[in-house]
């Protein structure tokens, strides 16, 4: 059988350069769960991301919590939620799926887990990120995880097609800034933030955890292709289902990236802006996604101006 052109698919700007190392593996006939977890571990690593791993915005108590999922072509999954002291989330969550007969382990336990498995112990509260908890700290009208407010969740969810035509995928995040303590969002979640079905294809996600488990977001986009939705007709499909939850209009935002097993792909998200990462065809891009919603979140606004 003639090899398959490899194809990679992640959320947001820092998903190009893991797209990058991504497809480096693949084009040594990687796997494309290699791939993804290697992909991961390159937002994972880089301060500059400040929704994943190292530099990630911390809870309201000035700790950096970490979850991640990964989801092989054998179907099998693993993930780690709530994690301290442990940058590379993906790859945890992959020792979870290969090592145990868990789905999922939290808080100390996937800490402790993580050591036993040769991973190395690391503050990941940068000075960057400390300074803006800092900040938010004595902010007299911060926004409170309590009260629900949402920033940005640049989540990295990246889902990749190797030599071999076999999908994986993988889903890793520092959650949400300032939330409360022990708080777990979706993607950790098996068919919430991250799905993979080697028959049919993959999605990831990333936004506002509680909607999209809501509606089992990357699940139901895998579902929708099953029965003869494309990609994109899928992540808008899905889109507008939580859109409709909320009587036709949205506040907050979610993101949504999808690969068919023929290598076709999709992504959309509720409102602007939304960049995907695609590599296909030997070329990666950043492409800006269509918004469901034809208006720009307040947060980012806000975000660009102080950011």
């Known amino acids: 059988m003639n090899p398959i052109n490899p194809v990679v698919i992640s959320t947001w700007y820092h998903g190009e350069k893991a797209n990058e190392v991504a497809a480096r593996v693949l084009s040594e006939k990687g796997s494309a769960l290699d791939a993804v977890v290697a992909g991961a571990a390159v937002s994972e690593e880089d301060p500059d991301v400040m929704d994943v791993g190292y530099g990630g915005l911390p809870d309201e108590d000035g700790t950096v919590t970490l979850d991640a999922a990964v989801v092989g072509s054998d179907g099998r999954s693993g993930s780690v939620a709530g994690m301290e002291g442990v940058v590379h989330a993906a790859a945890v969550a992959r020792k979870v799926m290969e090592e145990t007969k868990h789905a999922m382990i939290v808080g100390e336990g996937a800490k402790r887990f993580a050591i036993k498995m040769g991973f190395e112990e690391k503050n990941l509260l940068s000075e960057e990120a400390r300074h803006r908890w800092l900040e938010w700290k004595k902010d007299p009208e ?44 979706d993607s ?87 960049e995907f990462a695609l590599f296909k065809n030997d070329e990666n891009r950043l492409i800006k996604a269509k918004a469901i919603l034809e208006k720009q979140t307040d947060f980012y606004k806000t975000y660009l101006r102080n950011g």
């Open 142 to 185: 911060k926004p409170t995880a309590w009260l629900g407010e949402h920033s940005l969740h640049e989540t990295l969810g990246i889902v990749a097609m190797d030599q071999s035509g076999d999908l994986a995928g993988a889903c890793t995040t520092s959650g949400e800034a300032w939330k409360i303590h022990g708080r777990v969002g």
């Open 188 to 274: 950790p979640i098996i068919g919430a933030g991250l799905y993979v079905d080697n028959g049919v294809g993959g999605a990831a996600a990333t936004g506002a955890g509680k909607e999209i488990i809501s509606v089992c977001g990357s699940f139901l986009i895998v579902e929708k292709m099953r029965g003869g939705m494309s990609p994109q007709e899928a992540c808008e499909h899905t889109l507008r289902r939580i859109i409709d939850r909320h009587g036709g209009d949205a506040d907050f935002q979610v993101g949504f990236v999808a690969l068919r097993k023929d290598g076709e792909t999709g992504a959309a998200s509720i409102q602007r802006p939304f």
